[in-house]
């Protein structure tokens, strides 16, 4: 894994809360005021931001969720698979990849407040993604649950909320 330490080296990329590395590498100087956006922000927002985003076979992207659309970009590695449940408690997931003879996505949308995780799908490998939020993201979107919280919400998951969450 000697090229995963070299990709986190050359991007400069730290660890993330919910696993894997990032960096973000775009924040858009533009400002959306707090009284345009929905009720569940706090305080203005950027347009945009973007990040890097590196996870690895030997761990996960935790269950999480964000009051924004944040849309997933494939770069290098093996496919990452996304696991969502929405709002109303639907499971679904998409692979993230560039075989799209085999129906795994180059750029996917997960919808706001939707739950979601990843997993890298190729055993000691890695995926180097991109990551867009738009209005930006700021920390105070972010909610990461328990496993006993998201398992009281969705017990009908708590197969895959147990092996990805910490």
Known sequence: MNKVQDII???????????GYFKETYRSTGIIPQKCLDSEF??????????YFLLTSDTFSAFHRINQDEMWH?????PLTLHMISPEGDYS????G???????M???VVPAKYWFAG????????????????????????????????????????????????
């Open 93 to 96: 997931k998409i692979s993230i």
């Open 119 to 166: 997993e890298v799908s190729g055993e000691d490998s890695y995926a180097l993604v991109g990551c867009t939020v738009a209005p930006g993201f700021d920390f105070r979107d972010f909610e990461m649950p328990s496993r006993e919280n998201l398992i009281s919400l969705f017990p009908q998951h708590s197969k895959i909320i147990t092996r990805l969450t910490r």
């Open 42 to 51: 706090i305080g203005d927002r950027t347009y945009c931001t973007g990040i």
């Open 98 to 104: 560039n075989d799209i003879e085999n129906r795994e």
């Open 74 to 78: 494939f770069y290098k590695g093996s």
């Open 9 to 19: 080296n050359q991007l400069q990329l730290k660890p993330h809360p919910e696993g």
């Open 106 to 108: 180059l750029q996917f």
